[in-house]
């Protein structure tokens, strides 16, 4: 496997890193669903911070790495199925599945402003359609925390961050990240989902949440905002690494032990997922095998996922002797795996001159012999076209990738035939040539095949804003913002379309939600504070403004309250 490595530390994982460290610094372990507990994501050198890299190292290759109780390969074929109970006690010291919640979101509302928190929607759909599929399997095996109900339950949330190198984390409260690099490196779909029910195992078990008590967590919000704030400001590529060298070597050596037991944890429950969902339980082994290889090549760096997810060659080995208990059975790619790959290398591509190699790329996959790579090939070539605005050229690239992904998946076929991704994409050049009820046909088409998605509720309100029907988009995304209150998408289309419909008091209200989500407050409450003195509110929006104003004031101030700072007024 071909060892990747991106150019620079970005700033959203200079943010991740510093949140992690404070984790690292005030949790009793170093969560094994965590990432860049080593060094800042981007940067799979081992230069830096060699120590810590040593240290790990020492302990993963240790002959005391596998517990004496834990289960031989030849034990492992004769032993039942085993239904694992929920071992996070969500009472005591514990933190509670509402406070996990709660700070994940405070979590991803500093993520999710940053450039390198992926938009891209197909690739948004793809993950978060795969985590209900496998989310559906955990639910029918009764997995621990899989059928909790009410304010206990966890809503899973997916997303990419542009980053080439290969990784994946969870986040607490059920948000799970993954790198754009792991997509494009995964060779099958059954491979990506692997790697996500093994992160949905570290959050059904609890692995962080069981190793934090309330005032620990507390404090730790209220450090992990500061050093956030200070590795914003200073963009300093080096402070990440510099501050988990002090001490931070020894931290996570410590707890190496506990962290074997959560990942064989979390991979027995990862494949009863994998298993029961349908996809090829090989993918977990094939890929964990390809990762341990790179792991040889010290002096050009460990991929993340190694250094914070520790692979031996036991975990392997358990993994592939699962896989021999399940009767073989042949499970296809399904066509969008390969539009998603192409995606996440558009989104990883940054400057121009990586637009021009990336170019290259695909025309080379393009031509390789693999249907697989050839439609990764041609519907990159079309995005590419697409980017530069070369509108013919990308519907002729296109529909070269629509017709391989139309024999690729003969009739009668497991393989979905249907692909979100070229709906999209041909719904967004329809609109782009002018062809704009032809375009807002084609994402309503793709709505009704897919009514969770994203991209397609995006695709089909773009169109009709383009085609002045404002009041159609105002309703369906009214409808959105009720039925999912806390997506900032929905929010922001529905700023634009009462800036398009001129209700400017309802435009900057839905400008206060987008902003609130983010986790700028002072810039949420502020929009408000116009809405309510813009005028032209009827008795029902007022109220609503007003009653929203009060509760955001009241959410500023006890997160203020949880970081030691007071209210502001």
Known sequence: ??????????????????????????????????????????????????????????????????????????????????VLPDMGDPGGDALSRVDERKYGEMIMRQIRPDADYSNDLPIYDYLNQME??????????????????????????????????????????????????????????????SVMGHETGHVLQRHLARQMDKQTTNTMIAIAGMVLGALAMSRNPQAAAGLMQGGQAAAINNQLSYSRDAEREADR????????????????PGFFQRLQKATGIMDKGVPTYVRTHPLTTDRIADMQDRARTVPARNVPTAVEFYFIKARARMEQAGSSSGLYDLKNTFDS???????????????????????????????????????????????????????????ITASELALAKGRNEEALQIAQNALRAYP????????????????????????????????????????????????????????HFALGEKYALEGAWPSAIEQLKIARSAGGADFYQSSSIDARLREMQRQYRDELKDQGKQFPG
């Not at 991740?16 to 690292?24: D, E, K, T």
């Not at 517990?67 to 030849?74: E, G, I, L, M, Q």
């Not at 961050?161 to 779909?189: C, M, Q, R």
């Open 452 to 507: 969770q998605s994203y991209a397609a509720g995006a695709a089909m309100v773009n169109a009709e804003l383009k085609m002045g029907r404002t009041n159609d988009a105002i309703t369906w995304l009214k409808a959105r913002t009720r039925s999912q209150p806390n997506e900032i998408l929905w929010w922001s289309m529905l700023s634009n379309a009462y800036d398009q419909a001129n209700n400017v008091p309802m435009r």
């Open 269 to 284: 429950i990862g494949f009863q997922i994998l298993d029961a969902s349908g996809y090829d339980v090989n993918g977990a």
């Open 365 to 423: 996959l393009s031509k390789q012999s693999q249907v697989g790579k050839q439609m990764e090939g041609f519907y990159g070539l079309a995005l590419i076209a697409q980017r530069q605005g070369k509108w013919d050229q990308a519907e002729s690239d296109l529909q070269q990738a629509r017709n391989l992904a139309q024999k690729a998946s003969a009739p009668g076929s497991p393989i979905q035939r249907q692909s979100l991704s070229l709906e």
């Open 1 to 82: 496997m071909k060892e990747i490595k991106s150019g620079q530390n970005t700033a959203i994982w200079r943010r991740i890193v510093a949140g992690q460290l404070v984790f690292a610094l005030w949790c009793s372990y170093t969560s094994p669903a965590y990432s860049a507990g080593a060094a800042p994501a981007g940067d799979v050198s081992v230069e830096g911070n060699s120590a810590a890299i040593s240290n790990i190292n020492r302990a993963m290759q240790s002959p005391d790495a596998r517990p004496a109780n834990a289960p031989t390969r030849s034990s492992l074929q004769s032993q039942p199925a085993i």
């Open 132 to 193: 209900r599929r496998l989310l559906q399997a955990a639910k029918k095996l009764q997995l621990g925390g899989a059928n909790e109900q009410g304010s206990g339950a966890y809503n899973f949330e997916l997303f990419a961050v542009k980053d080439s190198s290969i990784n994946a984390f969870a986040l607490p409260g059920g948000f799970i990240g993954f790198h754009t690099g792991l997509l494009v490196s995964a060779e099958s779909d059954s491979e990506v989902a």
